[in-house]
């Protein structure tokens, strides 16, 4: 069920009804209105009843935290390769609209061991996770977080494939490309999933002149930019007034977190899917607060070989026009991951 507050908030969802066998029809029928009505409107929402209980999203983050605060030779022992993605970047390494993004982060794939299908994945994302070796608990535990952050992604997306109502779920054998309700689960059982820790120092620049009305933001902890996928998980720390979200109506909203929600927002393969309906909404992150802030999103993608075009309903219900064409995700993903590495000059 949705709640907003006012329009200086987000609405939040709560997934239990879709976890718990003995949920009623009403209940389940009230979170997906809930689904629908946030993903046209904002692309974001906070997410409760998931089942991962606040001492596991702790943990996360304060290993992530401790990672971050180990010497750069530690740190760097788990570097990108120049011809790779997985592993660590350093502050500016990442570039998001040919601006230097000023955080730190290390990416975690889906590990490609061994390679079959007819489609797998580039050279660049295979292979295998440079895991940290310190601190010594993280890898287990995020190798317990990963599948339960799968869990709650796959039963979100079975909740909006029903808020789209496209027609009732057909056999999970049924092929791919099948328009039913279960589009979005077929096409993710073997997501590409993305798993991201980063830190952030506080931006160092003060804010420059005003330009109009808006002040000119000359550096960005992480630039305006909209997510691949499906969908988000976002856990961030405590830290306040660091993710803006792009509103519908023009501006930003200040997203802060909210003990025991995360925020998740749809990516661009679901915009895709729905043909517009839901949107991929951009958002950045300015943080110029006090203290070194952590966030680990986990991005929860179609499968390497998913082919994503607009669904025919939803085609229908926007009038007709194919406003996207057809992609296969993992062609997606590579030509967004070739811009966003500084590689010298100015
Ligand atoms: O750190 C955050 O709050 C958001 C990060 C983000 O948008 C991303 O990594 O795609
Ligand atoms: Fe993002």
């Known amino acids: 069920m949705a709640t907003k507050d006012s329009a200086s908030t987000l609405p939040t969802i709560d997934l239990s009804p879709f976890l718990d066998p003995n949920s009623s029809t009403e209940e389940r029928e009230s979170t997906v209105r809930a689904i629908d009505s946030a993903c046209t409107e904002f692309g974001f929402f906070y997410l409760t009843g998931h089942g991962i209980p606040s001492a596991t999203t702790d943990r996360v983050l304060s290993l992530a935290r401790e990672f971050f605060s180990l010497p750069k030779a530690q740190k760097e022992k788990i570097a990108r390769a120049k011809d790779g993605f997985r592993g660590y970047q350093g502050l500016g390494e990442n570039v998001t609209l040919n601006s230097r993004d000023m955080h730190e982060a290390v990416d975690l794939y889906r590990e490609v061991g061994t390679i079959n299908g007819p489609r797998p994945p580039f050279e660049a994302l295979q292979g ?24 709650v992604c796959s039963t979100l997306l079975g909740a909006m494939g029903v808020a789209l109502k ?42 420059s002149s005003k330009n109009g009305n808006e002040d000119r933001v000359e550096e960005f902890s992480c630039g305006e930019h909209s997510d691949y996928g499906c969908l988000t998980l976002l856990l ?43 949107h991929s909404v951009r958002h950045r992150v300015i943080h110029r607060g006090e ?56």
């Open 128 to 151: 295998l996770n440079p895991w940290p070796e310190e601190p010594e608990e993280l890898r287990p535990f995020y190798e317990d977080y990963i599948q339960e952050c799968m869990r």
């Open 166 to 207: 496209l027609s009732p779920a057909l056999d999970a054998a049924a092929p791919a490309s099948t328009e039913d309700d279960d589009v979005f689960v077929r096409n993710t059982t073997n997501s590409f999933w993305i798993m991201r820790m980063i830190g952030y120092p506080p931006l160092a620049k003060p804010l």
């Open 236 to 278: 961030a720390d405590p830290t306040k007034n660091a993710l803006q979200v792009r509103l519908k109506s023009g501006g930003y909203l200040n997203v802060d977190p909210v003990p025991g929600a995360f925020v998740v927002n749809i990516g661009d393969m679901v915009e895709r899917w729905t043909n517009g309906q839901w």
């Open 291 to 346: 203290g070194y802030r952590v966030s680990v999103p986990f991005f929860y993608e179609p499968n390497w070989d998913a082919v994503v075009k607009p669904l025919k309903r939803c085609v229908k219900r926007s009038g007709g026009v194919v406003k996207y064409e057809e992609a296969m995700y993992g062609d997606h993903l590579m030509g967004k991951l070739h811009n966003n590495f500084y590689n010298g000059g100015d």
